[in-house]
């Protein structure tokens, strides 16, 4: 069974702190991997995007990485700050489907 | 360009009422997804269309759910009856053929008590 599994559920951290968020899946031979933001209430907004070729993607203060050999991916938040508290998702196509794994999340909290 | 437009946000019904939830995906994206999101969980996908047709809706559990996309467009997801278990957020995506990425709308939270 493919499965998708964020390490830590929950963290939370001071201002500006630099963050690492993890992410690691059962199949190897992913297509892409996406990391999303979910805010409360709210739907996911899709933050980056890495395809199975690439090693990393970059979106301003947010660096994805993928090492597909070890099963990870990593999502790196330069200099934190409180918007960025949010549940931070990943999730994984790892089939011609286009059906997206989905793991259960990193609920973020940035403290002032 | 408007995203993905989901209703009603909320539902609260009682067990063994019908309920519905509305989406319509941005304008062009062919492909539409629902999935079904449990507190602390990440979504796990219901039925994916491509234009009208369903080509996976293997985790949609048949005996009470049911979706339809008439006409390639709108989508409508259905419960017959509702059950205690249902409670979650559903939500519906989009896509456009030959991208990769999905856009998400903002959700309905069902209630069932």
């Known amino acids: 069974k493919q499965e998708v599994t964020q390490i830590p559920a929950a963290l939370s951290v001071p201002e500006g702190e630099n963050l690492v968020l993890n992410c690691s899946f059962t199949?190897?031979?992913?297509?892409?991997l996406q990391w999303f933001r979910q805010d409360p209430g709210k739907g996911l907004t899709s933050l980056l995007l890495?395809?199975?070729?690439?090693r990393e993607q970059t979106s301003g203060r947010l660096n994805a990485s993928l090492d597909k050999s070890s099963g990870r991916s990593t999502l790196y938040i330069a200099a934190s700050q409180p918007g960025d508290s949010a549940t931070y998702l990943c999730a994984a196509r790892m089939d011609s489907s286009y059906k997206l794994i989905f793991g259960s999340g990193t609920r973020l909290l940035v403290r002032p | 360009e408007a995203g993905v437009v989901q209703s009603p946000r909320y539902k609260i019904i009682e067990k063994k009422q019908p309920v519905a939830f509305w989406c319509n995906p941005i304008s062009g994206h062919n492909t539409l997804y629902w999935y079904r999101q449990n507190l602390g969980q990440g979504p796990e996908l219901l039925i994916r269309?491509?234009?009208?047709?369903?080509?996976?809706d293997s985790q949609l559990p048949k005996d009470r759910f049911s979706a339809e996309r008439l006409k390639g467009v709108d989508s409508t997801l259905k419960i017959q009856p509702a059950e205690l278990g249902d409670s979650a957020v559903y939500l519906c995506?989009?896509?456009?053929?030959?991208?990769?990425?999905?856009?998400f709308g903002p959700g309905t939270r069902l209630t069932v008590t």
């Open positions: 890495i395809q199975s070729s690439q």
């Open positions: 269309y491509e234009n009208e047709e369903a080509v996976d």
């Open positions: 199949d190897s031979a992913i297509y892409n």
């Open positions: 995506a989009s896509r456009t053929t030959g991208t990769y990425e999905q856009y």
